[in-house]
Every structure is written in structure tokens, then in C-alpha cells.
């Protein structure tokens, strides 16, 4: 079975940081592209970030540039999401999603960390 795991939620104050980590098992991660969305409260769901399969690729929302980072370590089949200079309007619970490097469905979402940024 295929789980994809986040851990690193919790409360931060605004401005502060956390590391978001998501352990994958069950898929050949390094075929994978992987991504983090986030979903606040009465909102849709949101693109946050995304690295193609071999962490050479990157992309953004333009909401977070030059303050979140997302990695992977292929070795260890896990994907991060460093986040700095957090804001309130950024709590939200955060997914992590993977898809096969030749789609562009995210077909394998986890469950969601939550992250509640304080003012």
C-alpha cells in the first residue's frame, strides 16, 4: 500500500520557522514528483510547492518564494518543506502528494500536518 506521511506540524509564532517532513513508502519514490498543498479553514485547497523526481527541478507559489524551500532525499524517500518567516494567514493544514514523473496527476496524497501560525 502506498502512504505518503507528514510530520513537523505545530504551533509557531508569526515569523518564526518549521520543517515539514513526509515519509513515503510503497511507490518508487524516485520516479516521483512530489508536491505540498495547503488547505485552510472554509478555503480550497492551494498549490504550495512542487520538485520533479530527480530534486533538480523546483517550483513555487509566488506567495512563498524566498521563504519556503522543499528538498528530497532520495535515499531516505522522504520530501520536505522548510518554512521561514511564517504568517497567520498561513495556517492552514499541509498536504504532501505524489505523482509518477510522466504525469501530471497527483494521484497519492497523505493526511495532513496541521500548521497554526500565531500573531
Known amino acids: 500500500q502506498v502512504q505518503l506521511v507528514e510530520s513537523g506540524g505545530g504551533l509557531v509564532q508569526a515569523g518564526g520557522s518549521l520543517r515539514l517532513s513526509c515519509a513515503a513508502s510503497?511507490?518508487?519514490?524516485?520516479?516521483?514528483?512530489m508536491g505540498w498543498f495547503r488547505q485552510a479553514p472554509g478555503k480550497e485547497r492551494e498549490f504550495v510547492a512542487r520538485?520533479?523526481?530527480?530534486?533538480?527541478?523546483?517550483y513555487y507559489a509566488d506567495s512563498v518564494k524566498g521563504r519556503f524551500t522543499i528538498s528530497r532525499d532520495n535515499a531516505e524517500t522522504t520530501v520536505y518543506l522548510q518554512m521561514n518567516s511564517l504568517k497567520p494567514e498561513e495556517t492552514a493544514v499541509y498536504y504532501c502528494?505524489?505523482?509518477?514523473?510522466?504525469?501530471?496527476?497527483?494521484?497519492?496524497w497523505g493526511q495532513g500536518t496541521q500548521v497554526i501560525v500565531s500573531s
Open positions: 502528494a505524489g505523482r509518477a514523473w510522466s504525469s501530471v496527476v497527483w494521484r497519492y
Open positions: 510503497g511507490l518508487p519514490f524516485s520516479n516521483y514528483g
Open positions: 520538485i520533479s523526481s530527480s530534486g533538480g527541478t523546483s
